[in-house]
């Protein structure tokens, strides 16, 4: 009788350990998903912080690679630049190609002066006599290039003439006496022997000029 009473209760109390045994496996597992989870949130959590870091920099660089606002003043001046190397490149080409071309001989006679007034070979040239009447000081010389701006007026050395600048444009520059004259154009001033070159101008207001006299 003991024995089957032994028996019985075994068999009771086995389901029961079970159930128990079962009960702390799930709590196990419960818990190391609870633990897994949150190592995930505080991993994706870095993570968000690491790309929202990562997008801020960005900005900051886009911002400081971005150009400051442009007036349009800074492509002006280059463009004016490339137009005057184009300028003294053809200039210095032609001044090349008229020195290759040979001279026509003069005949002089002996102890004679050339017809053009000039010294002979065998003397030296006399410097030109400077008149005191004529302007030597806060003037332009002669076959000199000089930069202009509108409106301004610019006395030549040794010469009563004075070069009148008006309206600058793009390409064209208004001269008293000589009226609008086109960028690498010539204009000859009124009443004189002198020829206003323009050798470039802008719309920015200003331009680059030579004035020559014979």
């Not at 045994?21 to 989870?37: C, D, F, N, P, R």
């Amino acid at each position: 009788m003991r024995r089957y009473r032994r028996l019985v209760v075994i068999d009771r109390v086995v389901p029961f350990l079970a159930a128990v045994v079962g009960l702390i496996a799930l709590a196990g597992a419960v818990t190391a998903q609870m633990s897994a989870e949150a190592r995930t949130a505080a991993v994706s959590a870095q993570i968000a912080d690491v790309k929202a870091s990562l997008a801020q920099l960005a900005q900051q660089a886009d911002a400081s690679a971005t150009p400051a606002a442009d007036d349009g003043t800074a492509a002006g001046l280059l463009a004016l630049q490339d137009r005057m190397n184009k300028l003294e490149a053809g200039w210095q080409a032609q001044k090349e190609l008229t020195a290759s071309l040979p001279a026509a001989p003069v005949s002089v006679p002996d102890g004679a002066a050339p017809a053009d007034g000039s010294a002979p070979a065998d003397q030296p040239q006399k410097a030109a006599a400077i008149d005191p009447k004529l302007p030597t000081t806060d003037c332009i010389p002669l076959g000199t290039r000089f930069m202009v701006t509108p409106n301004e007026t610019y006395p030549l050395c040794q010469s009563k003439q004075q070069v009148k600048v008006g309206m600058i444009t793009n390409d064209t520059v208004d001269v008293a006496g000589a009226g609008t004259i086109v960028e690498t154009g010539f204009g000859a001033l009124a009443g004189s022997s002198c020829t206003v070159m323009v050798f470039s101008a802008d719309a920015a207001g200003f331009a680059e000029l030579r004035v020559s006299c014979t």
